[in-house]
């Protein structure tokens, strides 16, 4: 059985940071990317950061040079720093694991951690 459980959502004022963290169980966690996306209502889903199982990363350009995406294998968890966080960052935040072979994709989601920034 394979989750993935987020925690560290809240409310914070614009300029203020959050740490999202994402426990992974029931899956070989290093072998996977690991990412962040988050969905404002009304809109539609989208990436946020993502981590390869070789370190790499991608961040969408709206939280570029802001949010940092990390991982610790040793842990099986993958964190998402968010400074200077702005009321567009708004959003439920989800966990994602993904891994593919030559025959078959692996794609796993949490359940979502709430984000409000709001004054």
């Known amino acids: 059985q394979v989750q993935l459980v987020e925690s560290g959502g809240g409310l914070v004022q614009p300029g203020g940071s959050l740490r999202l963290s994402c426990g992974a169980s029931?899956?070989?966690?290093?072998?996977?990317?690991m990412g962040w996306y988050r969905q404002a209502p009304g809109k539609q889903r989208e990436l946020v950061a993502k981590?390869?199982?070789?370190?790499?990363?991608d961040y969408a350009d709206s939280v570029k040079g802001r949010f940092t995406i990390s991982r610790d294998n040793a842990k099986n968890t993958v964190y998402l720093q968010m400074n200077s966080l702005k009321p567009e960052d708004t959003a439920v935040y989800y966990c994602?694991?993904?891994?593919?072979?030559?025959?078959?994709?692996?794609?796993?989601w949490g359940q979502g951690t709430q984000v409000t920034v709001s004054s």
């Open positions: 981590i390869r199982s070789g370190g790499s990363t």
């Open positions: 029931g899956i070989i966690f290093s072998i996977y990317a």
């Open positions: 994602n694991a993904y891994y593919s072979n030559s025959y078959k994709e692996y794609d796993y």
